[in-house]
């Protein structure tokens, strides 16, 4: 079965500093992987996906992740984060079942 | 492209009462989604439509939870009689057709408390 591990529940970080949120996954057959976010009181909103190809995948806004299959992770990083970034930010995990399975989030507080 | 509707946005019941929520997914998008996000927790599937039949309702729990989606379009989700651990956001997603590749666009949820 697959899981999502997101060991941070809280990354409190300041205005223009660098950020590393991490994401790791059991499962044992190919899968694809995704960021989404939650801004207050709105719904999830995709950030970026791994469906194949480079590992190394970007969002418009300028995070990015890295698909690591021998570590099994998927972390999410910014150099820069800005005071709009503050968000819960969730992995989530899908195989060809299309089912997805997200982890228990990461909220990011990111203070002036 | 508006984005998936959702209602209401938040409810409040007391214990053994009925509720349901109400989602209207993007136009066009033949499949939809019912997650139940925990607090503290991640969403966590319920039920997966494709047009007007269910694809996957393994996570729901038949006893006190029903959804519909009698024409292909919009959805309702029902619980009935609430219990105390039903409190949570109701999450309702749509992508435009099935597939693990396909982007899951969701709403804003409806938060229900349950008293």
Redesign the interface.
């Known amino acids: 079965a697959q899981s ?1 591990t997101q060991l941070d ?1 809280q990354v409190p970080v300041f205005e223009e500093a660098p950020v590393e949120l991490r994401c790791n996954y059991s499962s044992s057959v190919s899968v ?1 992987l995704f960021w ?1 976010v939650q801004y207050p ?6 950030l970026l ?1 791994y ?1 194949s190809g480079s590992t190394l995948v970007e969002s418009i806004n300028g995070f990015e992740a890295e698909f690591n299959k021998s570590q099994t992770s998927f972390h999410l990083r910014k150099p820069s984060v800005h005071i709009s970034d503050t968000a819960e930010y ?1 992995c ?1 995990v ?7 399975i ?4 990461t909220r990011l507080q990111v203070f002036p | 492209e508006a ?2 509707a959702q209602s209401p946005r938040y409810k409040i019941i007391e214990k053994r009462q009925s509720v349901a929520f109400w989602c209207n997914p993007i136009s066009g998008h033949a499949t939809l989604y019912w997650y139940q996000q925990i607090l ?6 319920l039920i ?1 439509f494709q047009n007007n039949g269910v694809v ?1 309702d393994s996570q729901l729990p038949k006893d006190r939870f029903s959804a519909e989606r009698l024409k292909g379009v919009d959805s309702t989700l029902k619980i009935q009689p609430a219990k105390l651990e039903d409190s949570a956001v109701y ?1 309702c ?1 749509s992508s435009s057709t ?12 409806t938060r229900l408390l349950v008293l």
């Open positions: 999502v529940s694809y989404y009181n709105q719904g999830l909103q995709l996906k469906l969730f989530a899908s195989d060809n079942t299309d089912k997805l997200f982890g228990t989030g | 984005g998936v503290g927790q991640g969403p966590k599937l997966q996957d999450l997603a099935l597939g693990a590749r396909e982007t899951q666009y969701f709403g804003p949820g």
